[in-house]
């Protein structure tokens, strides 16, 4: 009988979680990272890409700080990229807050008319195209107002912040583009209210990024794997979405993309929290979720200095970097999404995931 030291272990660590607030300026990007490597060759490559570090525990925005440290780190996840099992998760968190949004103050207006808002990825269509022309099509300042008050909302769930929501909408130029705000404005579409208020919705990345990553290692992991990380505040949302994950032993599989897939019950047995002082293999999973953080934030124009963006993004494999990001190349995204079950899914999830835990 095999003990869980002798099950593969994944080491993650996470990066910009802000809760239900996800249009805070200073950190535009959610991410996670995820290292199937022990705390032996983490240590080793340490100690060979920086021989000279003094500090008690790797942190990637102390060491990036430093231009003499930038090949070092970038030769350091070129060595774990190369070697070992891992995978990066970065979502732009605007433009995952107008995809909430579409899913729950547009969508259930059209599924009462019998249209599949979800059919070849459309609700990402539309969420991208708001997300990069929202602001000139209905006024940025209206536009982002509208998008506090829908977050907020789907946090308070009270009859006067449903009826904020609408009266935002209503005063942004929602008629140029009426097929995506109209079912607010024009309607205050009762199905729509209704979803936004649902317990358990709310705009917290967490599951999404969890989902995505989990993703990646239930297809690297060859058969049951555990996960350890640090014992941050932040981690505490993941460390309770990943037990409820593990413990839920329904039968069922979701196909989201051309190549991901959700099957449950899960290859993942076990999840512990550790000191991440002690784990240079969690140290590690911090390096890589903090440089791809800061390259998305070089890459827009957010921040500057850091490691080079290009440089990093060269050392991924197509199957080691999952994005969420806008895109208005529709045709690709249909392409990507045809066929995907995304309605199912989310019902499936704001059901048995979503909000408080049970136990």
């Not at 500090?55 to 060491?63: F, M």
């Amino acid at each position: 009988m095999s003990t869980s030291s002798d099950i593969e272990c994944f080491r993650i660590d996470e990066s910009g979680y802000t809760g239900f607030d996800l249009l805070n300026l200073d950190q535009r990007f959610q991410g996670a990272s995820a290292i199937a490597i022990s705390d032996d060759d983490a240590a080793r490559l340490i100690k060979q890409h920086l021989p000279r570090l003094q500090a008690s525990e790797l942190k990637y925005r102390t060491l990036s700080r430093r231009p003499a440290n930038h090949q070092p780190l970038l030769a350091l996840q070129r060595d774990v990229l190369s070697h070992f099992k891992a995978a990066t998760y970065v979502c732009d968190k605007r433009f995952l807050l107008v995809l909430m949004f579409v899913d729950y103050a547009v969508e259930p207006f059209y599924y009462e008319r019998g249209v599949d808002f979800y059919k070849d990825g459309q609700n990402y269509a539309m969420a991208s195209l708001l997300t990069m022309a929202g602001p000139t099509i209905f006024g940025e300042a209206a536009f982002d107002a509208m998008l506090a008050a829908f977050q907020h909302a789907a946090k308070a769930k009270t009859p006067e912040a449903l009826m904020a929501l609408v009266d935002a909408v209503r005063a942004t130029r929602w008629q140029e583009l009426p097929e995506a705000l109209g079912p607010l404005a024009k309607y205050a579409a009762p199905e729509c209210l209704a979803a936004i208020a649902t317990p358990g919705v709310n705009t917290d990345a967490a599951l999404v990024v969890l989902q995505s990553l989990i993703n990646r290692m239930e297809v690297m992991a060859e058969g049951a794997y555990r996960v350890e990380h640090d014992q941050s505040k932040n981690l505490l949302t993941y460390h309770e979405l990943l037990q409820r994950f593990i413990d839920h032993e329904q039968n069922v599989e979701f196909r989201q993309t051309e190549i991901a897939f959700l099957k449950f019950p899960l290859k993942l047995t076990e999840v512990t929290q550790i000191d991440s002082k002690t784990s240079p293999a969690v140290q590690l999973a911090d390096v890589m979720i903090g440089a791809a953080i800061e390259a998305a934030n070089t890459m827009t124009g957010l921040k500057s200095g850091g490691l080079d963006p290009d440089a990093l993004m060269s050392l991924y494999a197509d199957n080691q970097f999952i994005h969420m990001v806008p895109s208005l190349d529709f045709e690709e995204q249909r392409r990507f999404r045809q066929g995907t079950q995304a309605s199912e899914l989310i019902d499936y999830f704001s059901a048995n995931f979503a909000g408080p835990s049970k136990v």
